[in-house]
Protein backbone atom coordinates (compact mmCIF):
# COMPACT_ATOMS: atom_id res chain seq x y z
CA UNK A 1 0.00 0.00 0.00
CA UNK A 2 2.83 2.55 0.99
CA UNK A 3 4.67 1.96 -2.54
CA UNK A 4 1.56 2.37 -4.60
CA UNK A 5 1.02 5.14 -2.47
CA UNK A 6 4.48 6.68 -3.07
CA UNK A 7 4.02 6.20 -6.55
CA UNK A 8 0.58 7.85 -7.07
CA UNK A 9 1.92 11.25 -5.09
CA UNK A 10 4.86 10.83 -7.22
CA UNK A 11 2.92 10.82 -10.48
CA UNK A 12 0.49 13.70 -9.27
CA UNK A 13 3.53 15.92 -8.71
CA UNK A 14 5.40 14.99 -11.84
CA UNK A 15 1.93 15.88 -14.01
CA UNK A 16 2.35 19.51 -12.07
CA UNK A 17 5.98 20.24 -12.08
CA UNK A 18 6.02 19.33 -16.20
CA UNK A 19 2.46 21.40 -16.52
CA UNK A 20 4.35 24.10 -15.10
CA UNK A 21 7.57 23.79 -16.74
CA UNK A 22 5.60 23.49 -20.28
CA UNK A 23 3.92 26.89 -19.33
CA UNK A 24 6.90 28.43 -18.97
CA UNK A 25 8.63 27.72 -22.07
CA UNK A 26 5.48 28.36 -23.93
CA UNK A 27 5.94 31.96 -22.83
CA UNK A 28 9.76 32.11 -23.53
CA UNK A 29 9.28 30.87 -27.03
CA UNK A 30 6.50 33.27 -27.99
CA UNK A 31 7.49 36.22 -27.71
CA UNK A 32 5.78 38.46 -30.18
CA UNK A 33 2.42 38.08 -28.67
CA UNK A 34 1.28 41.23 -27.64
CA UNK A 35 2.12 42.51 -24.44
CA UNK A 36 -1.23 43.67 -22.03
CA UNK A 37 -1.20 46.88 -19.82
CA UNK A 38 -2.09 46.22 -16.32
CA UNK A 39 -4.12 49.74 -16.20
CA UNK A 40 -7.03 47.93 -15.68
CA UNK A 41 -5.33 45.89 -12.51
CA UNK A 42 -6.12 47.43 -8.94
CA UNK A 43 -4.05 45.35 -6.40
CA UNK A 44 -5.83 45.42 -3.00
CA UNK A 45 -1.95 46.19 -1.78
CA UNK A 46 1.24 47.10 -3.39
CA UNK A 47 5.19 47.75 -2.45
CA UNK A 48 5.36 51.21 -4.31
CA UNK A 49 9.20 51.66 -3.65
CA UNK A 50 11.21 48.90 -2.70
CA UNK A 51 14.12 50.53 -0.22
CA UNK A 52 14.54 49.03 2.49
CA UNK A 53 13.14 45.85 5.58
CA UNK A 54 12.61 49.24 7.39
CA UNK A 55 11.59 52.01 4.30
CA UNK A 56 9.33 50.67 1.58
CA UNK A 57 6.73 52.52 0.91
CA UNK A 58 3.21 50.58 0.46
CA UNK A 59 -0.49 51.93 -1.46
CA UNK A 60 -3.61 51.26 -1.19
CA UNK A 61 -5.23 50.47 -4.43
CA UNK A 62 -5.53 53.82 -6.04
CA UNK A 63 -5.32 56.22 -3.01
CA UNK A 64 -2.17 57.51 -3.98
CA UNK A 65 -3.82 60.87 -3.68
CA UNK A 66 -6.68 60.04 -0.84
CA UNK A 67 -4.39 58.65 1.64
CA UNK A 68 -0.45 58.56 2.20
CA UNK A 69 1.90 55.62 1.21
CA UNK A 70 2.76 53.47 4.56
CA UNK A 71 5.86 51.65 5.42
CA UNK A 72 5.99 47.58 5.63
CA UNK A 73 5.37 48.22 9.51
CA UNK A 74 2.39 50.35 8.94
CA UNK A 75 3.36 53.62 9.53
CA UNK A 76 2.30 56.43 7.85
CA UNK A 77 5.19 58.13 5.81
CA UNK A 78 4.03 61.19 5.78
CA UNK A 79 4.72 62.88 2.43
CA UNK A 80 2.33 65.50 0.22
CA UNK A 81 2.44 65.92 -3.15
CA UNK A 82 1.82 68.90 -5.38
CA UNK A 83 1.54 70.13 -8.54
CA UNK A 84 0.89 73.80 -9.00
CA UNK A 85 -0.29 74.99 -12.64
CA UNK A 86 -0.69 78.67 -13.46
CA UNK A 87 -1.13 79.42 -9.17
CA UNK A 88 -3.71 76.51 -9.11
CA UNK A 89 -2.35 73.46 -6.50
CA UNK A 90 -3.39 69.91 -7.40
CA UNK A 91 -2.59 67.68 -4.97
CA UNK A 92 -1.40 63.82 -6.63
CA UNK A 93 0.31 62.08 -3.51
CA UNK A 94 -0.71 62.26 0.21
CA UNK A 95 -3.76 63.87 2.17
CA UNK A 96 -4.31 66.51 3.74
CA UNK A 97 -1.40 68.25 5.75
CA UNK A 98 0.38 66.39 8.68
CA UNK A 99 1.08 69.99 9.70
CA UNK A 100 -0.18 70.74 13.17
CA UNK A 101 0.77 73.21 15.55
CA UNK A 102 0.38 72.98 19.71
CA UNK A 103 -2.56 73.65 21.83
CA UNK A 104 -0.13 72.73 24.63
CA UNK A 105 3.12 71.66 23.52
CA UNK A 106 5.64 69.26 24.65
CA UNK A 107 8.97 70.43 26.29
CA UNK A 108 10.96 70.14 23.70
CA UNK A 109 8.84 72.57 21.38
CA UNK A 110 8.93 75.01 24.46
CA UNK A 111 10.43 76.28 27.48
CA UNK A 112 8.44 73.56 29.67
CA UNK A 113 5.14 73.51 30.75
CA UNK A 114 3.23 73.78 34.26
CA UNK A 115 1.53 71.42 35.92
CA UNK A 116 0.60 69.44 39.07
CA UNK A 117 1.99 66.11 40.60
CA UNK A 118 1.81 63.22 43.09
CA UNK A 119 4.23 60.42 43.61
CA UNK A 120 1.68 59.25 45.67
CA UNK A 121 -2.09 57.53 44.91
CA UNK A 122 -4.40 60.43 44.72
CA UNK A 123 -7.20 58.36 45.74
CA UNK A 124 -10.42 57.65 42.78
CA UNK A 125 -11.36 60.46 40.55
CA UNK A 126 -8.02 61.93 40.25
CA UNK A 127 -8.01 62.11 35.97
CA UNK A 128 -11.42 63.93 36.38
CA UNK A 129 -12.05 67.61 34.88
CA UNK A 130 -13.71 68.31 38.56
CA UNK A 131 -11.28 66.83 40.83
CA UNK A 132 -9.48 69.40 43.19
CA UNK A 133 -5.87 69.44 42.72
CA UNK A 134 -4.69 72.19 44.62
CA UNK A 135 -2.59 70.29 47.54
CA UNK A 136 -0.74 68.95 44.64
CA UNK A 137 2.87 69.89 44.14
CA UNK A 138 3.41 72.44 40.92
CA UNK A 139 6.22 71.43 38.33
CA UNK A 140 7.26 72.27 35.26
CA UNK A 141 7.38 69.58 32.83
CA UNK A 142 8.43 67.10 31.65
CA UNK A 143 9.33 65.18 34.25
CA UNK A 144 12.53 63.00 34.65
CA UNK A 145 15.98 63.18 34.75
CA UNK A 146 16.84 66.56 34.79
CA UNK A 147 20.32 66.65 33.50
CA UNK A 148 19.40 63.89 30.43
CA UNK A 149 19.33 64.63 26.75
CA UNK A 150 15.65 65.09 27.07
CA UNK A 151 14.60 68.80 28.17
CA UNK A 152 13.02 67.44 31.54
CA UNK A 153 12.53 70.04 33.99
CA UNK A 154 11.55 68.31 37.54
CA UNK A 155 13.16 65.08 38.82
CA UNK A 156 10.90 62.81 38.81
CA UNK A 157 12.56 59.27 41.20
CA UNK A 158 9.74 57.51 42.46
CA UNK A 159 8.00 54.24 40.81
CA UNK A 160 4.65 56.26 40.27
CA UNK A 161 3.55 59.68 38.99
CA UNK A 162 -0.13 61.62 38.61
CA UNK A 163 0.30 64.51 36.36
CA UNK A 164 -2.56 67.13 35.93
CA UNK A 165 -1.60 69.70 32.87
CA UNK A 166 -4.44 72.41 32.73
CA UNK A 167 -5.25 73.68 29.03
CA UNK A 168 -7.24 76.59 28.33
CA UNK A 169 -9.59 76.50 24.92
CA UNK A 170 -10.74 80.01 23.96
CA UNK A 171 -12.98 78.90 20.74
CA UNK A 172 -13.89 74.88 20.63
CA UNK A 173 -15.20 76.02 16.91
CA UNK A 174 -11.57 75.61 16.12
CA UNK A 175 -11.13 72.31 16.59
CA UNK A 176 -14.36 71.49 13.69
CA UNK A 177 -13.10 69.73 11.14
CA UNK A 178 -9.37 69.42 12.12
CA UNK A 179 -7.90 66.67 13.70
CA UNK A 180 -6.54 66.63 17.22
CA UNK A 181 -3.58 64.66 18.47
CA UNK A 182 -2.04 64.14 21.87
CA UNK A 183 1.76 63.91 21.86
CA UNK A 184 3.67 61.53 24.44
CA UNK A 185 7.01 60.12 25.23
CA UNK A 186 6.96 57.98 28.35
CA UNK A 187 9.65 55.36 30.35
CA UNK A 188 8.26 52.97 30.73
CA UNK A 189 4.20 53.25 31.03
CA UNK A 190 1.95 55.37 30.42
CA UNK A 191 -2.31 55.84 31.10
CA UNK A 192 -3.71 59.57 29.27
CA UNK A 193 -7.28 60.83 29.95
CA UNK A 194 -8.58 64.08 28.75
CA UNK A 195 -11.34 65.71 30.92
CA UNK A 196 -11.62 62.38 32.64
CA UNK A 197 -11.75 60.47 29.18
CA UNK A 198 -9.45 57.93 28.29
CA UNK A 199 -7.41 58.38 26.05
CA UNK A 200 -4.82 55.94 25.28
CA UNK A 201 -2.49 53.05 27.63
CA UNK A 202 1.42 52.37 25.93
CA UNK A 203 4.44 51.20 26.85
CA UNK A 204 7.91 52.02 26.59
CA UNK A 205 8.93 54.84 23.70
CA UNK A 206 12.58 56.62 23.79
CA UNK A 207 10.30 58.64 20.33
CA UNK A 208 7.84 60.86 20.67
CA UNK A 209 4.59 59.19 19.62
CA UNK A 210 1.43 60.50 18.02
CA UNK A 211 -2.30 59.38 18.51
CA UNK A 212 -5.70 61.02 16.65
CA UNK A 213 -8.37 61.93 19.40
CA UNK A 214 -11.33 60.32 18.52
CA UNK A 215 -14.64 62.72 17.61
CA UNK A 216 -16.04 61.52 21.20
CA UNK A 217 -13.01 62.25 22.76
CA UNK A 218 -12.56 65.95 20.74
CA UNK A 219 -16.47 66.52 22.09
CA UNK A 220 -15.30 66.02 25.82
CA UNK A 221 -12.92 69.28 25.44
CA UNK A 222 -15.38 72.65 26.33
CA UNK A 223 -14.26 76.38 25.99
CA UNK A 224 -12.08 77.10 29.24
CA UNK A 225 -10.62 74.84 31.22
CA UNK A 226 -9.25 71.68 30.27
CA UNK A 227 -7.89 69.04 31.53
CA UNK A 228 -5.27 66.55 30.05
CA UNK A 229 -4.06 64.28 33.09
CA UNK A 230 -1.70 61.20 32.83
CA UNK A 231 -0.38 58.52 35.05
CA UNK A 232 3.18 57.16 33.99
CA UNK A 233 5.23 54.04 36.44
CA UNK A 234 8.82 53.38 36.21
CA UNK A 235 9.53 49.93 36.09
CA UNK A 236 13.26 50.90 36.53
CA UNK A 237 16.22 52.56 35.11
CA UNK A 238 15.51 56.16 34.05
CA UNK A 239 12.17 57.66 34.15
CA UNK A 240 10.49 60.60 31.58
CA UNK A 241 7.40 61.71 31.39
CA UNK A 242 6.31 64.67 28.69
CA UNK A 243 2.64 64.96 26.89
CA UNK A 244 0.64 67.43 24.95
CA UNK A 245 -1.90 68.19 22.89
CA UNK A 246 -1.88 69.42 19.30
CA UNK A 247 -3.73 70.24 16.39
CA UNK A 248 -4.26 69.50 12.36
CA UNK A 249 -2.90 72.40 10.57
CA UNK A 250 -4.40 72.53 7.04
CA UNK A 251 -1.24 74.09 5.01
CA UNK A 252 -2.77 72.64 1.87
CA UNK A 253 -6.27 72.94 2.43
CA UNK A 254 -6.47 74.66 -1.08
CA UNK A 255 -5.02 72.08 -2.74
CA UNK A 256 -7.92 70.13 -5.15
CA UNK A 257 -6.94 66.30 -5.57
CA UNK A 258 -5.93 65.59 -9.34
CA UNK A 259 -8.22 63.47 -10.96
CA UNK A 260 -6.28 60.01 -11.37
CA UNK A 261 -6.38 58.74 -14.91
CA UNK A 262 -4.33 56.12 -15.27
CA UNK A 263 -2.95 53.54 -13.10
CA UNK A 264 0.16 50.97 -14.49
CA UNK A 265 1.59 48.33 -11.77
CA UNK A 266 4.31 46.36 -13.59
CA UNK A 267 7.19 44.47 -11.95
CA UNK A 268 9.69 46.72 -11.66
CA UNK A 269 7.77 50.52 -11.31
CA UNK A 270 4.18 51.64 -10.43
CA UNK A 271 2.82 54.18 -12.53
CA UNK A 272 0.26 57.15 -12.14
CA UNK A 273 -1.17 59.54 -15.00
CA UNK A 274 -2.58 62.67 -13.30
CA UNK A 275 -4.81 65.47 -15.05
CA UNK A 276 -4.22 68.83 -12.80
CA UNK A 277 -6.08 71.66 -14.76
CA UNK A 278 -4.85 71.84 -18.19
CA UNK A 279 -1.73 69.91 -17.64
CA UNK A 280 -1.23 66.03 -17.51
CA UNK A 281 1.45 64.63 -14.47
CA UNK A 282 2.93 61.59 -14.89
CA UNK A 283 4.68 59.81 -12.14
CA UNK A 284 6.73 56.58 -11.57
CA UNK A 285 8.11 55.07 -8.96
CA UNK A 286 11.26 53.23 -9.59
CA UNK A 287 13.37 50.30 -7.51
CA UNK A 288 16.46 50.43 -8.85
CA UNK A 289 17.70 47.41 -6.62
CA UNK A 290 14.99 45.30 -9.03
CA UNK A 291 17.38 45.71 -12.26
CA UNK A 292 19.22 43.03 -14.34
CA UNK A 293 21.64 45.39 -16.27
CA UNK A 294 23.07 47.59 -13.37
CA UNK A 295 24.99 45.25 -10.45
CA UNK A 296 22.23 47.44 -7.90
CA UNK A 297 20.91 44.09 -5.52
CA UNK A 298 19.75 45.38 -2.00
CA UNK A 299 21.00 49.23 -3.08
CA UNK A 300 18.49 50.99 -0.54
CA UNK A 301 17.45 53.70 -2.79
CA UNK A 302 14.36 54.19 -4.89
CA UNK A 303 13.16 56.90 -7.16
CA UNK A 304 10.54 59.23 -8.11
CA UNK A 305 10.33 60.50 -11.67
CA UNK A 306 7.81 62.65 -12.33
CA UNK A 307 6.94 64.49 -16.29
CA UNK A 308 4.74 67.25 -17.17
CA UNK A 309 2.52 67.46 -20.96
CA UNK A 310 -0.17 69.78 -22.00
CA UNK A 311 -2.14 69.21 -25.27
CA UNK A 312 -3.79 73.00 -25.16
CA UNK A 313 0.22 74.20 -26.52
CA UNK A 314 -0.01 76.63 -24.57
CA UNK A 315 2.52 77.65 -21.98
CA UNK A 316 2.10 77.29 -18.97
CA UNK A 317 4.11 77.95 -15.05
CA UNK A 318 3.96 74.54 -13.43
CA UNK A 319 5.59 74.02 -10.17
CA UNK A 320 5.81 70.29 -8.23
CA UNK A 321 6.87 70.40 -4.55
CA UNK A 322 7.10 67.59 -1.88
CA UNK A 323 6.49 68.20 1.83
CA UNK A 324 7.75 65.73 4.57
CA UNK A 325 6.72 65.87 8.12
CA UNK A 326 10.33 64.99 9.48
CA UNK A 327 9.25 65.11 13.13
CA UNK A 328 5.79 62.84 12.48
CA UNK A 329 8.62 60.43 11.00
CA UNK A 330 10.85 60.31 13.44
CA UNK A 331 9.66 62.06 16.32
CA UNK A 332 12.56 64.39 16.48
CA UNK A 333 13.52 67.72 14.57
CA UNK A 334 17.18 67.83 13.42
CA UNK A 335 17.46 68.22 9.75
CA UNK A 336 20.61 68.86 7.77
CA UNK A 337 20.58 69.79 4.09
CA UNK A 338 23.69 70.58 1.47
CA UNK A 339 24.33 70.82 -2.18
CA UNK A 340 27.03 68.27 -3.34
CA UNK A 341 27.81 67.74 -7.23
CA UNK A 342 24.83 69.42 -8.40
CA UNK A 343 22.47 67.72 -6.31
CA UNK A 344 20.49 69.22 -3.12
CA UNK A 345 20.44 66.39 0.43
CA UNK A 346 18.43 66.55 2.54
CA UNK A 347 18.47 63.71 5.82
CA UNK A 348 16.64 63.27 8.70
CA UNK A 349 17.32 60.43 10.85
CA UNK A 350 18.37 57.76 8.70
CA UNK A 351 16.05 59.38 5.59
CA UNK A 352 17.61 60.81 2.64
CA UNK A 353 16.10 63.09 -0.30
CA UNK A 354 17.45 64.46 -3.37
CA UNK A 355 16.44 66.54 -5.91
CA UNK A 356 18.69 68.17 -8.92
CA UNK A 357 19.98 71.92 -7.12
CA UNK A 358 19.22 73.60 -10.61
CA UNK A 359 15.73 75.40 -10.59
CA UNK A 360 15.25 73.57 -6.92
CA UNK A 361 14.46 75.35 -3.84
CA UNK A 362 14.66 74.22 -0.03
CA UNK A 363 12.94 74.80 2.93
CA UNK A 364 12.26 73.88 6.54
CA UNK A 365 9.53 75.12 8.68
CA UNK A 366 7.99 73.23 11.81
CA UNK A 367 10.39 70.27 10.77
CA UNK A 368 8.84 70.33 7.73
CA UNK A 369 11.21 69.61 4.74
CA UNK A 370 9.66 71.09 1.14
CA UNK A 371 11.85 70.90 -1.63
CA UNK A 372 10.08 72.16 -5.14
CA UNK A 373 11.40 72.64 -9.17
CA UNK A 374 10.29 74.70 -11.56
CA UNK A 375 9.39 72.68 -14.72
CA UNK A 376 9.87 74.13 -17.88
CA UNK A 377 11.39 73.62 -21.47
CA UNK A 378 15.17 74.18 -20.11
CA UNK A 379 14.43 70.83 -17.59
CA UNK A 380 12.52 68.78 -19.99
CA UNK A 381 9.33 69.19 -18.41
CA UNK A 382 10.75 66.84 -15.51
CA UNK A 383 12.72 65.69 -13.11
CA UNK A 384 13.27 63.31 -9.88
CA UNK A 385 12.95 62.85 -6.33
CA UNK A 386 15.61 60.55 -4.80
CA UNK A 387 14.49 58.89 -1.69
CA UNK A 388 17.64 56.67 0.21
CA UNK A 389 17.86 54.92 3.29
CA UNK A 390 20.61 54.19 5.95
CA UNK A 391 19.74 50.70 7.17
CA UNK A 392 19.19 49.74 10.57
CA UNK A 393 21.25 47.35 12.47
CA UNK A 394 23.97 45.23 11.24
CA UNK A 395 23.12 41.49 10.84
CA UNK A 396 25.26 39.16 12.97
CA UNK A 397 25.99 35.62 11.79
CA UNK A 398 27.90 33.10 14.22
CA UNK A 399 30.20 36.03 16.05
CA UNK A 400 30.75 38.06 13.16
CA UNK A 401 28.99 41.69 11.62
CA UNK A 402 28.52 41.60 8.57
CA UNK A 403 28.67 44.27 5.75
CA UNK A 404 25.52 45.57 3.32
CA UNK A 405 26.03 44.17 -0.03
CA UNK A 406 26.37 47.35 -1.22
CA UNK A 407 28.68 48.47 1.36
CA UNK A 408 30.96 45.85 1.04
CA UNK A 409 34.45 47.94 0.90
CA UNK A 410 32.80 49.68 4.04
CA UNK A 411 33.52 53.20 3.12
CA UNK A 412 30.17 53.36 0.67
CA UNK A 413 28.23 55.93 1.89
CA UNK A 414 23.89 56.42 0.59
CA UNK A 415 24.29 60.12 -0.61
CA UNK A 416 27.05 58.58 -3.61
CA UNK A 417 24.11 55.66 -4.42
CA UNK A 418 21.65 58.35 -4.62
CA UNK A 419 23.66 60.46 -6.78
CA UNK A 420 24.93 57.46 -8.94
CA UNK A 421 20.98 56.54 -9.21
CA UNK A 422 19.83 60.26 -10.07
CA UNK A 423 22.76 60.58 -12.77
CA UNK A 424 21.78 57.53 -15.16
CA UNK A 425 17.78 57.12 -13.55
CA UNK A 426 16.49 57.43 -17.39
CA UNK A 427 18.16 55.14 -18.40
CA UNK A 428 17.18 52.93 -15.77
CA UNK A 429 14.04 54.18 -16.33
CA UNK A 430 14.47 52.50 -20.24
CA UNK A 431 15.55 49.18 -18.52
CA UNK A 432 13.20 49.06 -16.32
CA UNK A 433 10.15 49.61 -19.19
CA UNK A 434 12.43 46.34 -20.70
CA UNK A 435 11.93 44.18 -18.21
CA UNK A 436 8.07 45.32 -17.34
CA UNK A 437 7.44 43.93 -21.00
CA UNK A 438 9.04 41.06 -20.75
CA UNK A 439 7.68 40.37 -17.30
CA UNK A 440 4.40 41.34 -18.63
CA UNK A 441 4.10 39.53 -21.64
CA UNK A 442 5.34 36.20 -19.75
CA UNK A 443 2.50 36.70 -17.18
CA UNK A 444 -0.07 36.83 -19.23
CA UNK A 445 1.69 34.08 -21.94
CA UNK A 446 1.73 31.59 -18.66
CA UNK A 447 -2.24 32.05 -17.35
CA UNK A 448 -4.07 34.94 -16.96
CA UNK A 449 -5.42 38.40 -15.49
CA UNK A 450 -5.65 37.40 -12.06
CA UNK A 451 -1.95 35.49 -12.21
CA UNK A 452 -0.80 38.87 -13.10
CA UNK A 453 -1.84 40.83 -10.59
CA UNK A 454 -0.34 38.39 -8.31
CA UNK A 455 2.85 37.56 -9.82
CA UNK A 456 4.32 41.04 -10.83
CA UNK A 457 3.89 43.01 -7.65
CA UNK A 458 5.49 40.37 -5.78
CA UNK A 459 8.79 41.26 -7.47
CA UNK A 460 9.17 44.24 -5.19
CA UNK A 461 7.68 42.33 -2.27
CA UNK A 462 10.62 40.42 -2.10
CA UNK A 463 12.62 43.20 -2.23
CA UNK A 464 10.97 45.21 -0.11
CA UNK A 465 11.27 42.49 3.06
CA UNK A 466 14.41 40.99 2.25
CA UNK A 467 18.17 42.53 3.41
CA UNK A 468 21.48 41.71 1.09
CA UNK A 469 24.96 41.23 3.04
CA UNK A 470 28.20 40.02 2.59
CA UNK A 471 29.73 36.41 4.29
CA UNK A 472 33.19 36.63 5.69
CA UNK A 473 34.19 34.52 2.44
CA UNK A 474 32.50 37.05 -0.03
CA UNK A 475 29.77 35.15 -0.66
CA UNK A 476 26.13 36.65 -1.17
CA UNK A 477 23.42 36.07 2.00
CA UNK A 478 20.26 37.06 1.61
CA UNK A 479 18.20 37.43 4.99
CA UNK A 480 14.10 38.01 5.84
CA UNK A 481 12.98 39.33 9.24
CA UNK A 482 13.23 35.64 10.72
CA UNK A 483 17.09 34.74 9.32
CA UNK A 484 16.87 31.41 7.09
CA UNK A 485 13.49 30.69 7.15
CA UNK A 486 13.29 27.50 5.30
CA UNK A 487 9.94 27.59 4.97
CA UNK A 488 9.40 31.03 4.12
CA UNK A 489 12.32 30.66 1.73
CA UNK A 490 10.54 27.92 -0.44
CA UNK A 491 7.52 30.16 -0.91
CA UNK A 492 9.81 32.60 -2.44
CA UNK A 493 11.11 30.19 -4.86
CA UNK A 494 8.26 30.50 -7.40
CA UNK A 495 8.51 34.19 -7.25
CA UNK A 496 12.09 34.18 -7.97
CA UNK A 497 11.96 31.10 -10.20
CA UNK A 498 9.64 33.08 -12.38
CA UNK A 499 11.66 36.52 -12.41
CA UNK A 500 14.78 33.83 -13.33
CA UNK A 501 16.86 35.58 -10.21
CA UNK A 502 18.91 32.22 -9.50
CA UNK A 503 21.54 34.48 -8.30
CA UNK A 504 18.66 35.77 -5.34
CA UNK A 505 18.18 31.83 -5.08
CA UNK A 506 21.51 31.23 -4.23
CA UNK A 507 21.65 33.77 -1.54
CA UNK A 508 18.68 32.83 0.25
CA UNK A 509 20.21 28.96 0.69
CA UNK A 510 24.03 30.14 0.66
CA UNK A 511 24.02 30.91 4.67
CA UNK A 512 22.11 27.97 5.71
CA UNK A 513 24.19 25.66 3.91
CA UNK A 514 27.29 27.64 5.57
CA UNK A 515 25.56 27.05 9.06
CA UNK A 516 25.30 23.36 8.52
CA UNK A 517 28.27 22.64 7.40
CA UNK A 518 29.65 24.53 10.45
CA UNK A 519 30.89 22.05 13.55
CA UNK A 520 28.55 23.20 15.64
CA UNK A 521 25.72 21.90 13.99
CA UNK A 522 25.26 18.20 13.93
CA UNK A 523 21.79 17.03 13.14
CA UNK A 524 20.77 15.28 10.18
CA UNK A 525 18.25 17.55 8.99
CA UNK A 526 18.81 21.61 8.25
CA UNK A 527 17.52 24.02 10.05
CA UNK A 528 13.72 25.60 10.22
CA UNK A 529 15.48 29.00 10.82
CA UNK A 530 18.90 30.10 11.95
CA UNK A 531 17.47 33.64 13.98
CA UNK A 532 15.17 36.47 14.41
CA UNK A 533 17.14 40.07 13.19
CA UNK A 534 19.43 40.99 13.85
CA UNK A 535 21.03 37.95 15.33
CA UNK A 536 22.04 34.87 13.37
CA UNK A 537 22.85 32.10 15.97
CA UNK A 538 19.58 30.07 17.50
CA UNK A 539 16.58 28.88 16.36
CA UNK A 540 13.81 30.97 17.01
CA UNK A 541 10.82 28.30 16.27
CA UNK A 542 11.39 25.24 18.89
CA UNK A 543 9.78 22.64 16.35
CA UNK A 544 12.59 21.46 13.84
CA UNK A 545 9.92 20.65 11.46
CA UNK A 546 13.05 18.17 10.05
CA UNK A 547 11.00 16.57 6.75
CA UNK A 548 9.63 19.98 6.00
CA UNK A 549 12.84 21.71 6.19
CA UNK A 550 15.19 18.58 4.56
CA UNK A 551 12.71 17.91 1.74
CA UNK A 552 12.31 21.51 0.81
CA UNK A 553 16.12 22.28 0.70
CA UNK A 554 16.51 19.36 -1.52
CA UNK A 555 13.45 20.41 -4.12
CA UNK A 556 14.65 24.43 -3.87
CA UNK A 557 18.31 22.71 -4.81
CA UNK A 558 16.88 20.50 -7.83
CA UNK A 559 15.20 23.98 -8.53
CA UNK A 560 18.33 25.75 -9.09
CA UNK A 561 19.96 22.63 -10.85
CA UNK A 562 17.33 22.84 -13.34
CA UNK A 563 16.84 26.69 -13.69
CA UNK A 564 20.81 26.72 -14.45
CA UNK A 565 21.11 23.10 -16.12
CA UNK A 566 24.14 22.91 -14.14
CA UNK A 567 24.85 20.69 -11.40
CA UNK A 568 27.93 22.90 -9.78
CA UNK A 569 25.86 24.41 -7.08
CA UNK A 570 24.75 21.24 -5.69
CA UNK A 571 28.00 19.63 -6.25
CA UNK A 572 29.32 22.16 -3.81
CA UNK A 573 26.64 21.14 -0.85
CA UNK A 574 26.36 17.31 -2.18
CA UNK A 575 27.35 15.78 1.15
CA UNK A 576 24.55 17.78 3.25
CA UNK A 577 22.33 17.01 0.03
CA UNK A 578 23.10 12.94 0.63
CA UNK A 579 22.54 13.37 4.41
CA UNK A 580 19.36 15.06 4.40
CA UNK A 581 17.99 12.87 1.61
CA UNK A 582 19.31 9.58 3.64
CA UNK A 583 17.25 11.36 6.52
CA UNK A 584 14.24 11.30 5.00
CA UNK A 585 14.40 7.65 3.52
CA UNK A 586 14.68 6.81 7.10
CA UNK A 587 11.75 8.41 8.24
CA UNK A 588 9.73 7.02 5.79
CA UNK A 589 10.75 3.82 7.11
CA UNK A 590 9.57 4.15 9.96
CA UNK A 591 6.38 6.02 9.36
CA UNK A 592 3.35 3.92 7.23
CA UNK A 593 1.90 6.04 4.71
CA UNK A 594 -1.78 7.14 5.26
CA UNK A 595 -4.49 7.11 2.79
CA UNK A 596 -3.90 9.46 -0.11
CA UNK A 597 -7.26 10.81 0.75
CA UNK A 598 -6.10 12.71 3.60
CA UNK A 599 -2.63 13.71 2.33
CA UNK A 600 -1.91 17.56 1.10
CA UNK A 601 1.28 19.12 0.45
CA UNK A 602 1.94 20.06 3.89
CA UNK A 603 1.69 16.43 4.82
CA UNK A 604 5.35 15.11 6.39
CA UNK A 605 4.95 12.20 4.62
CA UNK A 606 4.50 13.81 1.06
CA UNK A 607 7.24 15.78 2.03
CA UNK A 608 9.38 13.13 2.26
CA UNK A 609 8.35 11.65 -1.31
CA UNK A 610 8.66 15.51 -2.93
CA UNK A 611 12.09 15.51 -1.34
CA UNK A 612 13.30 12.24 -2.51
CA UNK A 613 11.79 13.11 -6.11
Known amino acids: MEMKTNVRLVGVWRVIIISVIVSLIYACSCPDRKILSLS ?38 PITG ?3 VDGKAYRFMGSDS ?32 EYDDSLWDEGKGAFGPVKGNYPAHTLWGAENIYVRRH ?4 DKDLLKEHKVYVRYICDDQIKLFCNGRYLLKSGFTN ?17 GDNVLAAYCRNTGGPALLDFGLYIENKTYTDAEPAILKQKDVQATRTQFVFQCGDVELQIDFVSPSLSEMWNMTGWPVGFLSYQVRTEDKKEHTVEILFDVDMEWMFGRRKIDSWVEQEWRFVKSDSL ?13 DDSHVVLSQKLCAENGNKGILLIGCGEGQRIQYVGERLQPLWNSNRTGEV ?3 MMAVGNKYQKLREECDKLDKLWNNKAFQVSDK ?25 KSFCFGDTLGNVREIYKNFPVLLFFNRVDWMKSLLNPIFEYCEDERWKRKYPPYDIGLYPVASKQVKTDNCAEEAAANMLMMMLAIVEAEQNFSYAELHWEHLCLWANYLKERMAENASPSIELLDGNDEHVKCVLGLM
Not at 119 to 125: A, D, I, R, V
Not at 167 to 170: A, G, L, M
Not at 207 to 223: P, S
Open 40 to 77: DITPSEHTLLAITPDFSLKVLGDTLNKSYPKLRTGKVF
Open 82 to 84: VLC
Open 98 to 129: LRIFSLAPLSNDSIGWEGKYSFLFPGKGWEQK
Open 167 to 170: IRVD
Open 207 to 223: QTKCQRLTDEAINQIVN
Open 352 to 364: YLGMTADETTFSC
Open 415 to 417: KEL
Open 450 to 474: TFAEQILPSYRNFISSHRFVLSSDH
